[in-house]
């Protein structure tokens, strides 16, 4: 008798997100992961981004993550939009969503009438960085008031990511951050990434990433 031995935790998840992957790419729909600090703008992010995408005709869903409370999951469902929320209380208040939660969640959809997913990761700057949840694309959200040193200081999460957003910019007046080079120590951790500024706030350069986002669905 041959046993097969999974030789640690990542592996085995890495394992169920290229099966997500899979699924994703046979149904039809794009996964997109987005991560950050808590606090940085993901749920305002997609509140402002979700009803352009909706004007453009694409049907689409949101998987919050959350140790606890279903508060962004509600902000989320008045946009008349799918929504599962994950806690990570209940098996240990994991700081991240790994692949094995995304499959349950996503299993709430009817996939085949969806075109895009979101997953709003843990608020979190490490650790979700770790785990691949089976996503297309990885988006990392970094607020202005976060200074210009965190890409450098918490490398990984830039590095696994394809594109970086930059948020609050309607607060650069009142701080401090040099803006040219948090975007400079973004592009030396990955110059490959896709690097883009908005204020979820006032509205300012979300058309512009609703269409870059319309442009990644299959
Ligand atoms: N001034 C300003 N405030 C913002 C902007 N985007 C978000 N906020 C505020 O920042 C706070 C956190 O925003 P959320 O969207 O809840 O952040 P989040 O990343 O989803 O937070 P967690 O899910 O808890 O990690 C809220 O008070 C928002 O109103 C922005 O562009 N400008
Ligand atoms: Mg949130």
Redesign the pocket.
């Known amino acids: 008798m041959k046993i097969q031995i999974v030789r640690d935790v990542l592996e085995a998840n890495d394992q169920l997100a290229d099966s997500i992957r899979g699924e994703a790419k046979k149904l039809g729909f794009t996964l997109i992961n987005i991560m950050?600090?808590?606090?940085?703008?993901?749920?305002?992010?997609?509140?402002s981004v979700i009803p352009e995408l909706k004007k453009k005709g694409i049907r689409l869903a949101v998987i919050?993550g959350?140790i606890t409370t279903t508060?962004?999951a509600e902000?989320i469902a008045i946009l008349d939009i799918p929504v599962a929320q994950i806690n990570t209380e209940p098996f240990g208040g994991d700081c991240h969503l790994g692949a094995e939660v995304i499959i349950p969640a996503l299993q709430k959809f009817d996939l085949a009438n969806l075109d895009l997913v979101f997953i709003?990761n843990?608020?979190?700057l490490v650790c979700p960085a770790e785990f691949d949840t089976g996503a297309d694309y990885n988006f990392v959200?970094i607020?202005?008031t976060e200074g210009e040193d965190k890409p450098l200081k918490y490398p990984l999460m830039f590095r696994v990511c394809d594109t970086a957003i930059i948020?609050?910019?309607?607060?650069l007046p009142y701080l401090d951050i040099d803006i040219n080079k948090l975007k400079k120590n973004i592009s030396q951790i990955n110059p490959k990434i896709n690097l883009m500024s908005?204020?979820?706030?006032?509205g300012?350069n979300i058309p512009g990433i609703a269409q870059f986002i319309f442009n990644l669905v299959k």
């Open positions: 950050s600090s808590p606090g940085s703008g993901k749920t305002s992010l997609l509140e919050e959350d508060a962004d902000r709003e843990v608020g979190n959200v607020s202005t948020n609050k910019i309607d607060l908005c204020s979820a706030k006032t300012e």
